[in-house]
């Protein structure tokens, strides 16, 4: 029998809440972390996921606990989704010894494994075979699990995101990659790249999988979408592909010059047009009292996380030039002078 | 001779070991399944184990990439890589991935996965198929280098790098699969995993080398022996680590040290020993170091021309001779 705990998020009305929730969870963060930058008190580079929340929303929420997740450059989202805690993320942004790796991955690199979450990599694409291989692994070790790896449009331009679906089609590993199509590779528009929205999933579709295109405005929509093709993948152990089109609200990192190559306010207009977090209060619905309270309910979590994450202690030096091989191996070499 | 195998066959019986004695050791690669591998390294292995010994597409990156997720979810994968050459289609997922993740993870997790890869010049196969590319791994925090000379190396250093908690880079010899004999011994020789082996003992020149050089260094070494000029062949069998105290003890007994590898010289991994040994081993040494590498070439197709880039035991012979002399 199943553990109800770790059945996944369903179709009931408060099933539908807690996608939204979910989505507004990561807003929050994004938004704090943003926060924290332009008040000079977090350093780095950090790459928001702003207006992209209901791909990792409504994807992961067909998750069960112990299924497996890799990520992006662009992870917060997905982490958080995935059952991270806004405190060891923020800890980990602040370079702190309570974050998920203690100071040494930031804001690019979140792991935690507990969670099933096996890490963003801020190699475009280079997670997607981690997945596919943990996927692979798990199931010979008899567990009952799929993994779902993100990427983005740019990574779909990486030759080894191409290697791996020719991989997952060769060996079978039960593997839903999400593409999540935000209409830019940094810089360069994805309809230069691999035209309309749609076209990603049909060069998916000719490695001899299912491959479907969703729009990512509606965390419904990619909830069901992506509750059906995990069904289908966690059945068959075969892998398939759903592309998410969403919208990149923020420039591609904190620090880009985004005027450069976008119209000034662009994200703001995807905001009145996209915003899955508006599309969901109109679609639950909610009203706007329930939706403020929401809202302010979940700044107010998102706000004592970041207090919580400022009490934590700096990262200890030493840790600066440990922890790179096993345990066993560091103290071999400090005997003998490596 | 009774017990003798090749060290080809030294790499197939350490797989075979491993894959009897732990359920989590999976084989990967191309040509490895059906073919039994292009050096026969696996061969019989995918009948024997089956489903743990397995063809991959020709995709290096995904392979590897594959390996590390595997590693992480609990399996301790075996990845071959056909020729060294072709190691350069799946760097990002080596460097980036298998040798961060610990350290990116704050050790949440492992990859315990070993790259097989033979490099070596000397068998006709041309640039794209020869070079020796150790260094760059050497480089690379968080990975371990092994790089085996002997027939017992090829299977106790490939048994410890499975069973190791590191990503390891395994540089075996292609040269030497068929032509290198030898027993493999009830137990590895070294005092700890990862320690040199003096592969000769002597008090007049130390030779720091690994690979199919320790077999020219040796060769070498008995042709000097006519001369007066004893010398000491230290085997590294690791690029990284590499045994600091065996280096120190030789140079202490001969004060004289020349490195010896068929990698390139410029930005070699001898410089980086011969850096440390200037440093920490200045007041034992009575000449300068000299170093003995490949030129800043690639390994050319005919064997006249790839003698002039390969060290071979003349150019041993002549360099020890040039630094016993001071």
Redesign the interface.
């Known amino acids: 029998m199943t553990n109800p705990s770790e059945m996944p998020v369903g179709d009931t009305p408060s099933d539908r809440l807690k996608l939204y929730e979910t989505m507004v969870r990561i807003r929050e963060l994004e938004t704090g972390i943003e926060s924290l930058h332009y008040g000079g008190r977090m350093h780095g580079s950090f790459h928001s996921s702003m207006g992209q929340e209901a791909a990792a929303a409504g994807v992961i929420g067909c998750l069960r606990p112990t299924d497996l997740v890799t990520s992006t450059h662009r992870g917060h989202g997905h982490a958080i989704a995935k059952g991270m805690r806004p405190t060891t993320i923020i800890a980990e942004l602040l370079g702190l010894q309570q974050g998920s790796s203690g100071g040494k991955g930031g804001s690019m690199h979140l792991h935690d494994v507990a969670c099933g979450f096996l890490g963003e990599n801020a190699i475009v694409a280079g997670g997607v075979p981690w997945a596919a291989g943990a996927a692979w692994a798990s199931r010979r070790l008899g567990k009952d699990l799929v993994a779902v790896s993100f990427v983005g449009d740019g990574g779909v331009a990486q030759g080894v995101l191409a290697e791996t679906l020719r991989m997952a089609r060769t060996w079978g590993t039960p593997l839903l990659v999400a593409c999540e199509n935000n209409h830019l590779a940094h810089s360069m528009p994805v309809e230069r790249t691999f035209g309309e929205p749609g076209s990603i999933a049909g060069w998916a579709a000719g490695f001899g999988m299912r491959a479907e295109y969703v729009a990512g405005d509606d965390v419904f929509a990619v909830h069901r979408m992506a509750a059906e093709m995990i069904d289908e993948v966690r059945a068959t152990g075969r892998a398939a592909f759903v592309e998410i089109e969403a919208w990149r609200v923020r420039a591609h990192s904190l620090n880009d010059p985004d005027y450069r190559y976008l119209a000034k306010d662009l994200g703001k207009s995807y905001l009145q047009t996209h915003d899955p977090i508006a599309n969901a209060e109109r679609d639950l619905p909610l009203t706007e009292a329930d939706a403020t309270a929401i809202r302010e309910r979940i700044a107010r979590e998102i706000a004592e996380a970041i207090d919580a994450a400022f009490e934590g202690q700096a990262a200890p030096v030493r840790s600066a030039t440990t922890g790179v091989y096993s345990e066993a191996f560091e103290q071999e070499g400090r005997l003998r002078g490596w | 001779m009774a017990g003798e195998l090749k060290y080809a066959e030294a790499i197939r019986r350490a797989l075979a070991d491993e894959l009897a004695t732990d359920p989590a050791v ?1 084989v990967m690669g191309q040509e490895i399944e059906a073919l039994g591998g292009v050096f026969t390294a696996t061969q019989g292995l995918a009948e024997r184990f089956e489903g743990r010994v ?1 063809d ?2 020709l ?1 290096e ?15 301790r ?1 075996v990845v071959e890589i056909m020729f060294m050459d072709f190691i350069t289609t799946a760097m ?2 080596i460097v ?2 298998a040798a961060k ?10 990859v315990p996965i070993v790259i097989r890869t033979p490099s070596d010049a000397g068998t006709g196969h041309g640039p794209q198929h020869s070079q020796h590319l150790e260094t760059w791994f050497a480089h690379v ?2 990975l ?1 280098v092994a790089m085996p000379s002997t027939v017992a190396d090829a299977y106790w250093m490939l048994r410890h790098s499975i069973q ?3 990503p390891v880079v395994f540089v075996e010899s292609k040269y030497l699969y068929f032509r290198e004999s030898g027993e493999i011994g009830a137990t590895g020789a070294a005092d ?3 320690a040199a082996r003096i592969a000769r003992s002597g008090r007049s020149v130390t030779i720091v080398t690994a690979g199919r050089m320790v077999a020219e260094s040796l060769a070498a070494a008995e042709s000097l022996a006519t001369e007066g000029i004893d010398c000491e062949v230290v085997d590294l069998r690791f690029i990284w ?5 065996a280096l120190t003890e030789s140079v202490e007994r001969t004060n004289r040290l020349i490195v010896v590898h068929e990698a390139v010289g410029d930005f070699g991994w001898g410089g980086e020993v011969c850096s440390w040994a200037a440093s920490e081993l200045f007041y034992s040494l009575d000449a300068p170091i000299r170093r003995l590498a490949a030129p800043r070439a690639p390994i050319p197709f005919a064997s006249h021309l790839e003698s002039v880039i390969v060290p071979d035991r003349s150019a041993i012979e002549s360099a020890v001779r040039d630094l016993a002399r001071h």
Do not use: C, F, K
């Open positions: 999976v397995l991959t597409p995709a990156s995904a392979t590897v990439g594959w390996a590390i997720g595997a590693a992480m979810a609990g399996l994968p990002d997922q980036n991935g993740l610990r350290y990116m993870s704050g050790g949440q997790v492992a925090p968080g371990v190791d908690d590191n700890h995993p990862y680590p590499y045994d600091r105290e």
